[in-house]
């Protein structure tokens, strides 16, 4: 299935890819803290629904440790935000292709990935931040050691609930309409654009 899952959705994650500016050299502060909130608005619903979704129906899938919203609190925290004005960040309206469990198990394939490439991005902000005052970085580091293990355990978690090929459109579509909606959504964010805040 992940085989099947990274195939199918590669031309969109060239796309995602290219609407993440993290690794630009001029990125500031402020650009910075502008992506954490727009993966903020995208993230905050996606993972409302994936809850809503998912939670206590997949044996092994670790769901509530994988939660990113609270990492990207813990960020914008330290870039200034406070419970107010978290509460006003714009939200993607939600993503209407969470409508059954291979859906949602696709759409968790894009964040679980995401926290894969979350790494290269990490090492890249750590140098070019150094010395700054910008927090940890804790989206991006997301499980720290155990990024490797907890995407295995993904996988593995995947592969128990879907053993049939026949789900197999149903979560490679979940995970299509979710990097499109990141695209999109990061599109409209315009993330060089300055902060709200
Ligand atoms: C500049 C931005 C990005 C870079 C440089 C990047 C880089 C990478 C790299 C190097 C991997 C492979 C890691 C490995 O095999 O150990 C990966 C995997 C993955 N990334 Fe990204 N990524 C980026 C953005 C994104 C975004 C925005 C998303 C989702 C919205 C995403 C979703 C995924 C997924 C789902 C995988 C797993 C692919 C598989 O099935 O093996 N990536 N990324």
Same mark, same amino acid.
């Given at each position: 299935?992940? #085989?099947? @899952?990274?195939?199918? !959705?590669? +031309?969109?994650?060239?796309?995602?890819?290219?609407?993440?500016?993290? @690794?630009? +050299? %001029?990125? !500031?502060?402020?650009? &910075?803290?502008?992506?954490?909130?727009?993966?903020?608005?995208?993230?905050?619903?996606?993972?409302?629904?994936?809850?809503?979704?998912?939670?206590?129906?997949? $044996?092994?899938?670790?769901?509530?440790?994988?939660?990113? *919203? /609270?990492?990207?609190?813990?960020? =914008?925290?330290? =870039?200034?935000?406070?419970?107010?004005?978290?509460?006003?960040? +714009?939200?993607? $309206?939600? @993503? $209407?292709?969470?409508?059954? *469990? /291979?859906?949602?198990?696709?759409?968790? &394939?894009?964040?679980?990935?995401?926290?894969?490439?979350? #790494?290269?991005? @990490?090492?890249?902000? !750590?140098?070019?931040?150094?010395?700054?005052?910008?927090?940890?970085?804790?989206?991006?580091?997301?499980?720290?050691?155990?990024?490797?293990?907890?995407?295995?355990?993904?996988?593995?978690?995947?592969?128990?609930?879907? /053993?049939? +090929?026949?789900?197999?459109?149903?979560? *490679?579509?979940?995970? #299509? %309409?979710?990097?499109?909606?990141?695209?999109?959504? =990061?599109?409209?964010?315009?993330? %060089?654009?300055?902060?709200?805040?």
């Amino acid at each position: 299935m992940l #085989q099947t @899952l990274k195939a199918e !959705t590669r +031309p969109h994650h060239e796309r995602a890819e290219r609407v993440v500016r993290l @690794l630009s +050299p %001029d990125l !500031t502060p402020s650009g &910075y803290r502008r992506h954490l909130e727009a993966l903020h608005g995208l993230y905050a619903p996606v993972e409302a629904s994936l809850a809503a979704c998912l939670e206590g129906r997949i $044996p092994g899938l670790r769901l509530a440790e994988r939660w990113k *919203v /609270p990492l990207l609190e813990e960020d =914008l925290r330290a =870039l200034g935000h406070d419970d107010a004005s978290l509460a006003c960040l +714009p939200r993607h $309206p939600g @993503l $209407p292709c969470l409508s059954g *469990v /291979p859906e949602a198990l696709g759409a968790l &394939y894009v964040l679980e990935g995401a926290t894969l490439g979350g #790494q290269l991005i @990490l090492r890249h902000l !750590t140098r070019h931040f150094a010395g700054a005052a910008v927090g940890g970085f804790a989206f991006f580091r997301a499980y720290g050691e155990a990024v490797g293990p907890m995407w295995k355990a993904f996988g593995e978690a995947l592969t128990r609930a879907c /053993p049939e +090929p026949a789900l197999a459109p149903r979560v *490679v579509r979940g995970a #299509q %309409d979710t990097f499109e909606a990141f695209e999109a959504w =990061l599109r409209e964010a315009h993330v %060089d654009a300055p902060s709200r805040l």
